[in-house]
């Protein structure tokens, strides 16, 4: 990498935008050593998740020159790859996503490869759907998913509908890698593009094709007559992203209709107003909703992140809501599901459902009750979404019923290959009018699965390091645990380490450490492959709820120490 100062002057010398080259000239100006190390130490990398950073200039940021390199690599690699390639892309309603997905497309019409767009903003599960309903050979989405407003990324696919898989990932990087950022970047007017051609508008037809197959997914056994007599009454917000249209219009037809929406966070707004980290894992995010669930008293609260892929839910809970986490909801689906499928006098002894190594271990107890079999796969929907692939390939996708991580992430079907917040919202909503049938919320169903199988308790620390000091004390973090792991973690025995850098269990190599402890209790240590941080995923279970959290606790204050 070139000095950073030396690069600074190179992008003051090009760029050609007057706000990034405002701010080029004002960091020039200041002399900030920090901000400049910060904006060019690195090169944004490009991986299975593509691009992602906050919004800016520099070779660290996401701006119109990163992203135009990153496109014409990947087009130089889709050209290389593909007869006459095509391409649908997408959106969600982030800051300067706009821009992006046309200069995206420019690029790639002037590379020979042909751009379908949504013309609206759009979640992910509807990228995912396009890139195999329209036969094409890739898919991007300019999306941060629910990181804070400052962010936005961009998620490149595969013809398969999932995130591109590593091999794809390194030679498309190796491309990026070769093109002149200043020179060696094809593009050309958008409007001429369209008026040729070689950038399309998704239909809407499209889209309604992704709601029948969102519909087709149902599961619920419920009569007209007892639906009638247990109407769902819903709060829902789509924290200021892509999930009104879609996730009520799926609502909607399958009869729930009695829904609120929280006005603050409706409209689409890429500054996230209501809350500066948009993710319905935590309550911040969720309290908006929570106080018109105050006013209204619904059966729940329900909540999509910006790019409609992660969807959190909050119940009643005494006089107060409480969030149900990524885990209990998927363990609560996963029971569902086989619940409604045995009731219909479905085989579930071939049925397959996939969880990561981070996800709840009480899945493991659902496999032994229902008899699927189970599959663990690296964290990251693509792996779930490449499962789902093999079993299609090889003429057996019915066998898949389910799929979850532990970040809010759910499918439960084929009809895309990453998780989708609409087709979860329709299971959610369905499932709480089952259970309200039998005088219960979501999170006493909850409360009813841990006390017949046990106390599983999950957490998930995030650890930043920022800066380009931050990368290399992240780096040092896990080269310190692989050289000396600890003998113990909060006075339980390490009874065993998984280091699965050079593959465990068949999966991809991977930067991830597994500790596990004596009673059957583990921390994983994995660094996250799109944020500078370090996730501690922290498992125990107790005897009651108190005591698996008691565990939870001294876990989490000897990670800490560990990560420090």
């Known amino acids: 990498m ?74 130089e690699y889709l050209v290389k790859n593909f007869e006459n390639p095509t391409v649908a892309i997408a959106r969600d309603s982030r800051n300067n996503g706009e821009l992006f997905v046309k200069t995206a497309a420019a690029i790639f019409a002037a590379n020979g490869v042909t751009a379908k767009l949504y013309p609206k903003i759009s979640p992910v599960p509807t990228l995912s759907w396009a890139v195999r309903d329209l036969a094409c050979s890739g898919g991007v989405c300019v999306t941060a998913s629910h990181n804070p407003a400052q962010y936005n990324g961009y998620k490149a696919y595969g013809p398969d509908g999932c995130q591109i898989a590593s091999e794809v990932a390194d030679a498309i990087s190796a491309a990026i890698a070769g093109v002149d950022m200043w020179n060696g970047i094809k593009s050309m007017d958008f409007d001429e593009a369209v008026a040729a051609g070689k950038i399309e508008w998704i239909g809407d037809d499209c889209l309604e094709r992704y709601y029948d197959a969102v519909v087709d997914k149902s599961v619920c056994n419920l009569t007209e007559e007892e639906s009638a007599s247990a109407p769902l009454k819903l709060v829902y917000t789509p924290l200021n992203g892509t999930g009104l249209i879609p996730v009520t219009t799926v609502l909607n037809k399958v009869g729930i209709t009695d829904i609120t929406v929280v006005p603050e966070q409706k409209d689409p707004d890429g500054d996230f107003p209501t809350c ?53 909801m998927g363990v609560l689906l996963l029971d ?27 899945v493991d107890a659902l496999a032994d009750e229902y008899g699927f079999e189970l599959r663990r796969c690296l964290t990251g929907f693509k792996y779930i979404g490449d499962i789902i692939t093999s079993l299609s390939d090889a003429g057996e996708v019915d066998r898949f019923i389910f799929g979850f ?160």
Not at 25 to 48: P, R, S, V, Y
Request: charged letters at 25%.
């Open 2 to 75: 070139a000095d950073v100062h030396v690069l600074l002057d190179e992008w003051i010398a090009n760029v050609t935008d007057d706000e990034l080259l405002t701010e080029l000239k004002a960091m020039k100006e200041a002399g900030d050593e920090n901000a400049i190390t910060d904006a060019f130490f690195q090169d944004l990398e490009f991986g299975t998740a593509g691009l992602r950073g906050t919004l800016g200039a520099g070779t660290n940021r996401m701006n119109i020159y990163t992203v135009g390199r990153a496109t014409q690599g990947f087009a």
């Open 276 to 328: 500066p980290y948009p993710n319905p894992e935590i309550r911040q995010a969720m309290q908006k909703g929570i106080d018109l669930c105050q006013e209204v008293h619904p059966d729940l609260l329900l909540a999509t992140d910006p790019d409609a892929d992660r969807v959190g839910v909050a119940c009643q809970d005494g006089d107060d809501y409480t969030l149900l986490t990524g885990n209990e």
């Open 336 to 362: 569902y599901i086989c619940k409604m499928r045995a009731a219909r006098g479905e085989d579930l002894s071939r049925k397959v459902a996939v969880t990561t190594i981070v996800s709840s271990a009480m």
């Open 405 to 564: 991580e532990e970040s809010y992430g759910y499918l439960s079907g084929d009809h895309v290959r990453d998780k989708d917040a609409v087709n979860a919202s329709m299971l959610i909503c369905q499932m709480a009018q089952y259970y309200k049938l039998q005088g219960k919320n979501l999170v006493e169903a909850m409360h009813d699965l841990y006390e017949k199988y046990g106390y599983y308790h999950n957490k998930t620390v995030s650890l930043s390091y920022p800066g380009a000091d931050g990368a290399a004390k992240m780096a040092g973090i896990m080269a310190a645990l692989r050289a000396e792991a600890p003998a113990e973690i909060a006075g339980s025995k390490v009874e065993a380490v998984l280091d699965y850098k050079d593959g465990v269990n068949g999966l991809p190599k991977a930067n991830v450490i597994e500790f596990d402890l004596e009673g059957g209790n583990k921390a994983i240590v994995r660094p996250s492959g799109t944020e500078p941080k370090i996730k501690l995923y922290i498992f125990a279970k107790g005897v009651d709820a108190q005591a698996a959290d008691a565990l939870i606790a001294a876990i989490e204050e000897s990670g800490r120490e560990l990560l420090s």
